[in-house]
C-alpha cells in the first residue's frame, strides 16, 4: 500500500488490474475494463475512476480500516433515507465484508463534479452568487429527512459520547505526533471548557458530516467528485 503526499490517515489501497476486473464481474460479467485511474480518496477512502469497455465510468471506493463495514452499512442505510428527498447516487455493487479485495466496496455511477474553489476560479464571483440560493435549497431539502418505522434506523450520535471520543484521541500518540504536543494540549483544553455546553447541542436533531481535513484546496480537488470521501 503506497503512502501519499497528501496528510491521509490511511495509505491508499493499491488494486492490481486483475482485482479491480473481478470486482466490476456483476456489472461487465468479468470481461476486460478499459481505463482505471486512481483519484485519491480524501483522508481514508481510496476512490479509482473505471472506465469500461463501451464506455461506461464507475466510480470504485474502498474502505480501508476497522470498522469500514459498518460504517458502509451506515452510509447505504443514509442514502436510502435521502433517496426520497435529495437526489443521491445509487449503489450498484455492495462487498460489505471484503471478500473480493479484503476491504469493504461499493461501485456508484462516476459523477462528474467540481469543487466550489475551482468553480469560483474558473467562473467568478458572479456565478458563486448564483450558487447560493440552490446550494440552501438543498441543505434545507436534506433537513427536512425524517426516521420512519419503514425506513432502517439511523445510529444516534451523543455530543458527549464525540467530546470523550476526541479527548481520547487527542490523547493519543498517533494524533500528538500528528498535531505537535502544544496543538492537541490545547484542543483538549479547549473540550474541557466547553464540555458543559456542546451536549446542549443533542436536543437538536440534524444530519451532519464531520469531515474536516484542514488540507489544501490543491490537495482536496478530487474530494467531490465520484464520492471520494
Not at 13 to 41: E, H, K, N, Q, R
Not at 151 to 168: G, Y
Request: charged share 25%; hydrophobic share 40%; with cysteine.
Amino acid at each position: 500500500m503506497p503512502t501519499t503526499a497528501d496528510p491521509r490517515v490511511l495509505p491508499l489501497v493499491a488494486l492490481d488490474p486483475v482485482t479491480i476486473t473481478s470486482m466490476f464481474a456483476p456489472i461487465t460479467g468479468g470481461t476486460s475494463l478499459g481505463a482505471i485511474t486512481s483519484v485519491g480518496g480524501g483522508l481514508v477512502n481510496t476512490v479509482f475512476r473505471v472506465t469500461t469497455r463501451d464506455g461506461e465510468r464507475y466510480a470504485l471506493r474502498i474502505l480501508a480500516g476497522a470498522p469500514q463495514g459498518e460504517r458502509l452499512a451506515a452510509e447505504l442505510r443514509l442514502l436510502d433515507r435521502l433517496r426520497d428527498v435529495v437526489p443521491v447516487p445509487a449503489p450498484i455493487v455492495i462487498d460489505e465484508r471484503g471478500t473480493q479485495c479484503g476491504f469493504p466496496f461499493v461501485i456508484y455511477r462516476w459523477i462528474d463534479g467540481i469543487t466550489l474553489n475551482e468553480c469560483r476560479r474558473a467562473q467568478g464571483a458572479g456565478t458563486m452568487e448564483t450558487l447560493a440560493e440552490p446550494l440552501g435549497r438543498l441543505a434545507a431539502m436534506v433537513a427536512t429527512a425524517r426516521v420512519t418505522e419503514e425506513k432502517p434506523a439511523l445510529r444516534r450520535v451523543s455530543v458527549r459520547d464525540s467530546i470523550d471520543r476526541a479527548d481520547a484521541e487527542l490523547a493519543s500518540a498517533r494524533v500528538r505526533e500528528r498535531l505537535g504536543q502544544a496543538r492537541a494540549n490545547g484542543l483538549r483544553v479547549r473540550l474541557t471548557r466547553l464540555t458543559d455546553a456542546l451536549p446542549a447541542l443533542d436536543r437538536h436533531a440534524g444530519l451532519v458530516h464531520g469531515d474536516f481535513g484542514g488540507r489544501k484546496c490543491s490537495r482536496s480537488r478530487e474530494r467531490l467528485r465520484g464520492l471520494g470521501g
